[in-house]
């Protein structure tokens, strides 16, 4: 849907099920990355030089690290995802980098992947580091805590860090089409859990949200063009800042 080359049939043939049933679907992806673009340019803004992208998944056009190398070459990137696939097909495209790290983990288990050593190696905690968890949180049942494990990571956060989130929504989607997208899911490895605006507040609880707070993927601080005209916003997103 990002129009990458870096995918598997398997992508492909689920994509066109979603698109086929939700054709806004594309803007939403789209716009969800041109979230992340615009949340990483600030962060370089404001100084950060270290990011940690948990739930990376398979790399594709327009990565994290590519637009923060832009602005600072010298960034550090550490991604990490649960597929033994993904993070093989990261160390074949990054193998010459140095500034740039992938890692197997599983965001449900913050303990064993904070502690890897790779990830201390890479990354300074007692500096500010840039916490991604996009579009990932929408997979961990409440069973699982979502808040808790989201906790555990901030604890490890020093003060000046920052966590940013995007997480899937039905707060302004028909009840018929999140129907048929949570059928969908349920067809794949994962489920999927929507969540309402004060369920995500939750996870920034004790982080300062950054102006404008909890927004639609595609109405924080948009460019220069101002808010895309969309009929219906299906994630909310934030950066928040730890005092």
């Known amino acids: 849907m990002l129009g990458g080359r870096e995918n598997f049939q398997a992508d492909r ?31 370089t803004e404001q100084g ?41 097909h990261g160390h074949a495209l990054l193998a010459k980098s140095k500034q740039v790290i992938v890692v197997q983990a599983d965001l449900r288990e913050p303990r064993a992947l904070l502690g ?28 699982d805590d979502p808040a808790g494990i989201v906790d555990a990571y901030k604890d490890a956060l020093c003060p000046g860090s920052y966590l940013i989130i995007g997480h899937v929504t039905a707060d302004h989607v028909p009840q018929d089409i999140t129907a048929r997208v949570l059928a969908t899911y349920k067809q794949a490895s994962d489920n999927l859990w929507p969540r309402g605006k004060e369920q995500i507040m939750r996870f920034f609880d004790g982080f300062e949200l950054v102006e404008p707070g909890l927004a639609a993927e595609y109405a924080w601080r948009p460019g220069p063009d101002g808010v895309p005209a969309r009929t219906m916003a299906a994630s909310w997103v934030g950066v928040s800042k730890k005092p």
């Open 13 to 43: 043939d689920a994509a066109r099920r979603l698109l086929d049933q939700i054709p806004e679907i594309r803007h939403t992806v789209r716009d969800n990355r041109a979230f992340m673009r615009r949340a990483v340019q600030y962060l």
């Open 48 to 88: 950060v030089g270290q990011f940690l992208d948990i739930g990376a998944g398979l790399h594709t056009e327009d990565t994290l690290h590519d637009v923060a190398h832009e602005a600072n070459p010298d960034a550090k990137v550490a991604y990490a995802d649960r597929d033994e696939l993904v993070v093989s």
């Open 116 to 143: 890897l050593p790779s990830i201390r190696e890479h990354l300074d905690f007692t500096a500010p580091v840039a916490l991604f968890l996009l579009q990932v949180l929408h997979f961990v049942p409440d069973d």
